[in-house]
């Protein structure tokens, strides 16, 4: 006898088969990546900000390697302390004074110029501190003079007896000789030339004139 009976299809199967063409269906019909993938970490997020906004520099700023450094000293050419030698001069004496000039000579390897006049004052003990008002400046200003190696310039000064002075006001001082700044320098140099002269400052004259430099 033929059975009639129709096998059975489990249904725990039919389920399976139905989920799986459920989620085949799905993926080929959707062209969208899963969002984590595309979903920028905070790290990356910062850079492109940090990129897009920062300026650029522009072609008519100098970089940090062609722009000059900072503080760094500029070569005028002007005569500085250290290109020079000093030594005083003969000179005259007269009317209560000695007239001598300061020679300055360019002892460097290069040339120098020099104009105007140089600070002039008397100094004494071994800080060289300064006795008595600087020399006053006697006359105008010079031409600028250039000095090549070996070449000197010279500034007269006038030296002022101490005797013409009331001892009171004067208030005699020895002395061990001359700071001497150049025209245009903020370095001195020490000239010695022992002598004597006025500590007080308020002095009825000069102890001390000095004129522009001029050609030695």
């Known amino acids: ?22 989620l085949l269906l799905s993926a080929c019909g959707s062209g969208t990546t899963p969002a984590a993938s595309t ?5 990356a997020s910062a850079s492109t900000s940090d990129t897009s906004s920062a300026p650029t ?7 940090s390697d ?14 500085k302390a250290g290109d020079v030698t ?11 004074s000695v007239y001598r000039p300061i020679l300055i000579k ?32 006697e006359g105008t200003k010079g031409d600028a003079i250039k000095l090549q190696p070996g070449q000197s310039a010279a500034a007269d000064v006038q030296f002022a007896q101490v005797a013409n002075f009331d001892p009171a006001v004067c208030k005699p001082t020895a002395v061990k000789g001359l700071r001497v700044y150049l025209p245009q320098e903020t370095a001195s140099k020490f000239l010695a030339a022992p002598g004597t002269g006025c500590a007080g400052d308020k002095l009825p004259g000069n102890q001390l004139a000095v004129k522009t430099v001029h050609r030695a």
């Open 1 to 22: 006898m033929v059975s009639t009976t129709k096998p059975r299809i489990s249904l725990v199967f039919l389920a399976a088969l139905g989920a799986s063409g459920a």
């Open 39 to 43: 979903t920028p970490s905070s790290d």
């Open 57 to 63: 520099a522009s072609s008519s700023e100098p970089s």
């Open 66 to 79: 062609t722009a000059p450094a900072s503080g760094q000293p500029v070569d005028n050419g002007l005569c």
């Open 86 to 96: 000093l030594s005083l001069g003969q000179g005259d004496a007269g009317a209560g």
């Open 106 to 137: 360019n002892s460097s390897s290069k040339p120098c110029t020099i104009q105007g006049f140089p600070g002039v004052s008397y100094v004494t003990g071994d800080d060289g501190h300064q006795v008595g008002p600087a020399a006053f400046r």
